[in-house]
Structure formats: C-alpha cells, structure tokens
C-alpha cells in the first residue's frame, strides 16, 4: 500500500482507504489531523463508533460496489463538519478483498455561510414586519373609530411618517451594505485626502448634533498624509461613528473627534492614520464590544429603534474598513463614554 499511501497523501483532502473487514490500509495526514491519530491502534474502530452510520455505509459500499455518501458532525467531537463520499475502489495492492476509499470534505464554512443567511433573511423580516404592523394598525383606526378625530389622526399619521423614515433607513442601510460587500474585494486605486473627508463629515453631522445639543469638538493635526481608499465609503464610516456618537452621548454632551498619524503602536503595526470619536455617553459593557460590529446587535434595542437606527451602521463601518485594509478599535468605560477608532494605511509616496 506504499503507492496508495503516496497518491493519498498528495490529495487535497483527508483521505482513508479500508478494506472489507473495516481496517485501515493508507490514511493521508490531513485525515490523520483531522481526526485526532485515527492511524493509530484502535483510532478507526473508535471512529466508526462515534459517527452514526459510517460503518453501514462502509458494508454497504463494499458489499454492493455502489457509492455512498455520509456526514461526520461536529457533535461526533472533531473541529469541523464533513460530508463523507465512500466509493469501492476493487482490489487494490494485492489485497483479495474490494478497497474503500472515504474522501472527507469540510462543509463548515458553507453550513455556517447558509445559516447565516438563513438568520439574515429572518432579522430583515422580523426589522421590517414590526413597523408594517404598526402603520397596518394606525391605517385601521384610522379608516375605522377614528376617521373623524384630528387629533388622533394627527398623532397616528406622525407615527406612521417615523415607521416609514424606519424602514427608509433600513433599506437604505440594507442597499449600502450590498454595494459594500460586492465591492470587498476591489483593489483601491485612488488617494483620498483625509482631510476633505473629516469636513464633509462633519458638515453632514452638524445639523444633528445641533438638533440634539451635542457639541462637535475637532483636534485635527495638520497636513495629514493621503490614504488609499473611496472617499465616498470613508465619509460614511465617520458619519455612522459621529451619528452613533451624537445619539448615545450624554444631553448637552461633547464629541470629540481626533486624527493624527502614529508611526508605532497600532495594531496595523506600521504608520497608519488614527481617526478617534469620543463620546461621553453611559459607554458599553466589555461582554457586548466584540458582538458591536454584527448586523443588527443593539445593546440598547429599544433605544436604538426610537432614534432611527437600524442595527446596521457598525456592521457597514467594519466591511469598508476592510476593503481599505483598516482596523476598528472600540474602548469603553460603563458610566465614561466610548471611544471609537479606526486606522488605516498610509498611501506610498510617489
């Protein structure tokens, strides 16, 4: 079984061959890792033990010659999610008995991927029915009991404008974050002037902030280095970190926005530009910063829903930075505020 052991081991998959009285005759290293030493005394009769159905599929296989296909779950104790195709290979190497050979293909990231849409589809659905029953709601009263009262019509037609500006938003966010992933994997061509893009979003925010009574503070070091990049996404990364800012800072609070270039301590771990926004709101709790960046988690979901928001701004501040090879770094203190940072690479010199 040299040869065998050889064209096994240069597949691309963990691979075993067995015979008909279900003992190992090659096994490739990649099955060997993956499978924690099945090669060794007794690792394959343990296997067979701990994946319902391989060894009937292994008789079968052998005793008719037709292939067969089977899965190994994670719940069996290894790493990783396979489907196993076993085919009757005949004789092999001398041996009188028909070979079976058991190729292992890893369906984890496809499974996890499918799930993920699964409870994508779900979360759009659940974020768009709640505001749809709400206006089907007020559009019934409104044909109904209170189809003569101003007043109630009144406060019910300004409910349904918000649920409306809801939706609107989430759509919006919904097409942003399409266009965002498609492009992910686009090489970035332009430099950007980082300095033009701190304006303009700041400008955008202002009206905001003033409506809320935050005040805007800016510490901008002069003459900031280009960056590569689409000026258009990073001007929505500041505006989604300003707004998230403004929103969930204190009344009559500060946000402060700092951006300077540091040549050493970043986690790009090479000179990056550190654009920073401050907030001095009732900050997060250290267990919910690492789930901040998912589409739709809210820690405050209620609040987040009463102030517009859809659950998708950090998700699609993290996908352009990304794409721009940057980092988010987010610190907070519970009762202190949060403080949010990105950096980002520095274009080459001509």
Same mark, same amino acid.
């Given at each position: ?14 691979? @075993? ?6 003992? @190992? ?9 993956? $499978? ?7 690792? $394959? ?18 005793? =008719?010659?037709?292939? =067969? ?19 009757? @290979? ?18 984890? /990231? ?19 029915? =709640? ?27 300004? /409910? ?17 974050? =399409? ?40 510490d901008i070091a002069p003459k900031l280095p280009d960056v590569m990049g689409r000026q258009d996404d990073l001007i929505r990364v500041l505006i989604n970190l300003l707004e998230n800012a403004i929103h969930y800072s204190r009344q009559g609070g500060e946000i402060n926005l700092t951006a300077r270039v540091e040549r050493d301590g970043n986690p790009l771990g090479q000179d990056a530009l550190m654009i920073a926004i401050k907030d001095d709101g009732d900050g997060i709790a250290a267990a919910e910063i690492p789930n901040l960046t998912q589409r739709f988690y809210r820690v405050d979901k209620s609040r987040s829903r009463n102030l517009g928001g859809t659950g998708l701004g950090l ?24 403080? $949010?940072? @990105? ?8």
């Amino acid at each position: 079984m040299n040869e065998a052991k050889k064209i096994i081991e240069g597949l691309a998959l963990p691979v @075993i061959a067995v015979n008909a009285n279900l003992e @190992i005759l090659a096994v490739n290293s990649l099955a060997d890792h993956a $499978f924690d030493g099945i090669g060794h005394e007794g690792g $394959f009769a343990d296997f067979l033990e701990r994946v319902d159905g391989l060894k009937e599929h292994l008789k079968s296989t052998l005793e =008719s010659g037709q292939p =067969s296909k089977t899965k190994v779950k994670p719940k069996a104790g290894y790493r990783s999610d396979y489907t196993v195709t076993i085919k009757n @290979i005949g004789t092999l190497g001398g041996h009188a008995s028909p070979v079976a050979l058991m190729t292992f293909e890893d369906r984890t /990231l496809s499974n996890d991927l499918k799930t993920m849409r699964v409870e994508f589809v779900a979360n759009v659905s659940h974020e768009i029915r =709640s505001p749809l029953t709400a206006i089907s709601g007020f559009v019934e009263t409104l044909q109904g009991p209170a189809v003569e009262d101003v007043a109630v019509r009144t406060r019910f037609l300004d /409910l349904m404008g918000r649920e409306v500006t809801r939706m609107t938003n989430l759509v919006s966010d919904l097409l942003s974050l =399409s266009q965002v992933e498609a492009k992910q994997r686009r090489s970035l061509k332009n430099k950007v002037e980082i300095g033009s893009v701190i304006d303009q979003a700041l400008s955008t925010v202002s009206a905001t902030a003033k409506k809320h009574q935050k005040t805007l503070i800016a510490d901008i070091a002069p003459k900031l280095p280009d960056v590569m990049g689409r000026q258009d996404d990073l001007i929505r990364v500041l505006i989604n970190l300003l707004e998230n800012a403004i929103h969930y800072s204190r009344q009559g609070g500060e946000i402060n926005l700092t951006a300077r270039v540091e040549r050493d301590g970043n986690p790009l771990g090479q000179d990056a530009l550190m654009i920073a926004i401050k907030d001095d709101g009732d900050g997060i709790a250290a267990a919910e910063i690492p789930n901040l960046t998912q589409r739709f988690y809210r820690v405050d979901k209620s609040r987040s829903r009463n102030l517009g928001g859809t659950g998708l701004g950090l998700a699609i501040v993290k996908h352009i930075l990304v794409r721009h090879r940057g980092e988010l770094v987010i610190d907070s203190v519970l009762g202190q505020g949060s403080t $949010f940072t @990105i950096y980002l690479p520095l274009a080459a010199a001509d």
